[in-house]
């Protein structure tokens, strides 16, 4: 698999598990009481969107370790350094954050928690804080894909 491949599943998992979290936010939010399916399939979702997200972070991770070096280099030298010091600085240490998020929103959505008032009130504020975290990482990785072809477009001027 080229590192272009690999690259390009660490955003389309991330938006995935986005649009499952979302999912999840708008069904707890339109939730009948009385409807054990509308839970279970909460719960479900839940569990798609943290295991997108976990695979968004492995395959992310993975392309960092191996490929990021000669990219970082392009960003430092060329006319977006901020790109690095600023973006993806930031992504390298918020996506704990997202982690914890994803991992925690199948444990807030499971067994009676979604039903209660209280409960679902967590799982809405789980749900739209990694929705709001996961769009920050989308964007910050935006700034960083810039970086490299303004550095890109800098040596070739």
């Not at 982690?99 to 799982?123: D, H, W, Y």
């Amino acid at each position: 698999m080229s590192n272009e491949t690999i690259l390009m599943f660490h955003p389309t998992f991330g938006i995935l598990g986005m649009i499952a979290a979302v999912w999840v936010f708008v069904d707890t939010l339109t939730l009948q009481p009385g409807n054990p399916n509308g839970t279970a399939r909460i719960h479900r979702v839940a569990l798609i969107a943290a295991a997108l997200i976990w695979l968004a972070y492995i395959f992310g991770g993975y392309w960092y370790v191996n490929f990021y070096g000669a990219d970082k280099a392009i960003i430092k030298a060329g006319p977006w350094p901020f790109a690095h010091s600023l973006f993806m600085e930031t992504k390298e240490h918020l996506f704990f954050m997202v982690l914890l998020m994803a991992t925690f929103l199948p444990i807030a959505t499971s067994g009676e928690a979604a039903k209660r008032p209280s409960g679902r009130v967590v799982v809405l504020w789980s749900s739209a804080l990694l929705v709001l975290m996961a769009l920050a990482m989308e964007g910050a990785g935006a700034f960083i894909n810039m970086g490299v072809k303004v550095g890109l477009l800098a040596k070739m001027a």
